[in-house]
């Protein structure tokens, strides 16, 4: 089987991933692992790019295939990425799934949902993913070092949700949802852009931003071509 995208085991490094990408030298993994790893790549996808009723159907795809091996720890990392595409796309609320499964799920599942909510904790900094360390613990500007696309957002959301987004965390944090065609967060980045640039004074700017949300929500008004005369 092929390892998971960079992107996935930058927002997860748990010892469940490696579980999920079993090593392609190895044996033939059985099929609930081919399967669960699929599902949560195109649930993921599916999200990022604005399309809810495939990114549903797939996460209960995900979800039936792990909880056949009675494991709260692999079920647990599938509900904590499926959480962190929320914090990238500026969603911020409980994340339910993983709630259920926190008594059983292990130090570093429980740190990164902390993280996730804005409510981590700098003693756990070393239990998170190693791209996301360093902005936990308080240096927003290395979110430019994040190279994966999903962590970065990840990140600058927590900074967003903790006070600490500065306008090029935010510039940032777009032109990284614009570059991965990534719809749901890119338009969500561009409303905060848009809010604060209103809030500023600066009319002309946010209604460039408004112009450019139009676009990437397909709604920007397009030239017609004059209709043929009837004869």
Not at 15 to 26: E, I, Y
Not at 34 to 40: N, Q, R, T
Not at 83 to 103: I, K, Q, Y
Request: aromatic share 6%; hydrophobic share 40%; charged share 20%.
């Amino acid at each position: 089987m092929k390892n998971y995208p960079v992107w996935m085991k930058s927002a997860l490094t748990f010892s469940a991933v490696w579980v999920l990408a079993a090593c392609s030298s190895g044996p033939k993994p059985p099929d609930w692992q081919v399967e669960a790893k699929g599902s949560m790549e195109r649930s993921v996808a599916a999200y990022m790019e604005g399309n809810s009723r495939v990114e549903t159907a797939e996460l209960r795809r995900a979800r039936s295939q792990l909880s056949r091996t009675g494991r709260p720890d692999l079920l647990a990392t599938a509900e904590l990425l499926h959480c962190a595409t929320r914090v990238a796309s500026l969603v911020f609320e409980p994340c339910a799934g993983f709630e259920s499964l926190r008594l059983d799920a292990n130090r570093a599942q429980q740190a990164y949902a902390d993280y996730l909510r804005g409510q981590g904790q700098l003693q756990d900094v070393g239990l998170l993913p190693e791209a996301q360390r360093a902005t936990a613990a308080g240096d927003a500007t290395a979110l430019k070092g994040i190279a994966d696309p999903l962590s970065q957002l990840v990140a600058a959301g927590v900074l967003l949700q903790t006070g600490k987004a500065s306008p090029p965390v935010i510039a940032q944090a777009i032109d990284t949802a614009s570059s991965q065609g990534w719809r749901r967060p890119l338009l969500a980045w561009l409303g905060v852009q848009a809010q604060r640039a209103e809030q500023g004074g600066d009319t002309e700017e946010a209604a460039r931003l408004r112009r450019r949300i139009a676009i990437a929500q397909g709604t920007a008004a397009s030239a017609k071509a004059p209709a043929k005369d009837e004869k």
